[in-house]
């Protein structure tokens, strides 16, 4: 069974920086597009960015671009996050997705990032 | 901007059919995909592009989708259907519906 787990995830203060991992295992990383999704505590989901299999192309919500950094290490079969800057509102859980053809059949069971004084 | 319409909430009868939609703008001309979430747990993929259950979803769940709105179809709803559901499109980048909370009574 397919299988990622996020890690790095913790309290942070605004204007600081945080950098979450994404474990995968059990399915060929390098041939699939990977994304993170956060969602806000008792919010819907709002996906965060995305990359390519070769990390040739990204894409970021409007809200973080500038801000957050994706990336991914196909060696280590890990998929990364860095956030810049945080905001009060980038507090959410932040869930790692792997993208099948525009939707997410698996998802990891988040990493909480809270960002508060 | 391209946006997606879910009510805040549904509720249904034990038993009965539920039908969740999601309004956009001529969506069944996209594919649409839908997640259950129940509280502390990550989203699940429950149908995706428009009509198809991935392997451990029960026939119980289906969807449709035509002119400007999706639905999601839960028959026989029980207990265990509660949950947050959201859809889901392509649009130039990922965009999910705020969700609908659904009880079963």
Known sequence: EVQLVESGGGLVQPGGSLRLSCAASRFSFKNYWMSWVRQAPGKGLEWVANIKQDGSEKQYVDSVKGRFTISRDNAKNSLYLEMYSLRVEDTAVY??????????????QGALVTVSS | SYELTQPLS?????????????????????????YQQKPGQ????????????????????????????ATLIISRAQVGDEADYYCQVWDSSVLFGAGTKLTVL
Request: aromatic residues 12%.
């Open chain 1, 95 to 108: 869930y790692c997705a792997r993208d099948d053809g525009y939707h997410f059949a698996y998802w990891g």
């Open chain 2, 10 to 34: 549904l509720s249904v009868a034990l038993g009965h059919t539920a039908r969740i939609s999601c309004g956009g703008d001529n969506i069944g001309s996209r594919n649409v995909h839908w």
């Open chain 2, 42 to 69: 990550a989203p699940v993929l429950v149908i995706y592009r428009d009509n198809n259950r991935p392997s451990g979803i029960p026939e119980r769940f289906s969807g449709s989708t035509s002119g400007n709105t």
